[in-house]
């Protein structure tokens, strides 16, 4: 995955609010942030306009280095609230808690593998489809992840099974799917940032098993 979306998905998992967003980049101690000093120092509810957010992101994203980013998030620390509370990329990695430069790539495909067995392959179709879906762009926009409907529908589709409760707790176990959005708007994800591994062993378990039948 390319260095500037992993930061971007990072930074939209962890870094929630306006205020947070400023933070960061001054802990950065990257200039384009200065200009809002005054507007940020004498309101708390202070916020940027839509246009200076997704620049302040696309800044970040692009201009640290990776050591000083990681130990700026966890002098920020992450929000109270986390429905996707884990972070498992190509440059870096959390664990609940703490922010550190790793790649655990390995060990999250050995964590699918696992997922996969335990749910005697069922728990396949729910990620393709989850899969599927965030490619073609039919994830809820402001929740993330994608609907029920949309998910069985793309089941049905693929030819697969429906997922059971069992499999939803062991995928959930091994952090691959979460629920998210509300309770009125309920949605189902799985973490942008694993999609490509998750996927790559998923095709490598469906080869595997036609292969032996």
Not at 66 to 74: K, T
Not at 88 to 100: A, H, I, L, P, T
Not at 130 to 148: F, T, V
């Amino acid at each position: 995955m390319e260095r500037t979306v992993e930061r971007k998905i990072l930074i939209d998992r962890f870094v929630r609010s306006d205020r947070a967003l400023y933070d960061l980049g001054k802990r950065l101690r990257i200039s384009w942030f200065d200009r809002f000093d005054q507007k940020f120092g004498r309101d708390s509810y202070a916020y940027f306009a839509s246009e200076e957010k997704v620049a302040a992101i696309d800044i970040i994203a692009k201009e640290p280095d990776d050591s000083a980013l990681g130990r700026a998030l966890n002098d920020l620390g992450p929000p109270k609230y986390l429905e996707i509370d884990r972070f498992v990329g190509e440059r870096y990695f959390f664990d609940g808690e703490k922010f550190s430069l790793q790649d655990k790539r390995a060990e999250l495909r050995e964590e699918v593998r696992r997922a996969i067995k335990e749910t005697g392959g069922r728990g396949i179709h729910l990620l393709k489809a989850l899969i599927s879906l965030y490619r073609a762009g039919k994830w809820d926009r402001a929740y993330g992840g994608a609907a029920w409907p949309d998910i069985l529908a793309t089941i049905r589709e693929i030819g697969g099974s429906y997922p059971s409760p069992r499999d939803l707790a062991i995928l959930k176990s091994y952090k691959l799917y979460y629920r998210t959005g509300s309770r009125r708007y309920p949605t189902h994800t799985i973490p942008e940032e694993i999609i490509e591994v998750v996927d790559e062993e998923l095709n490598a378990w469906k080869q595997r098993a036609q292969g032996s039948s």
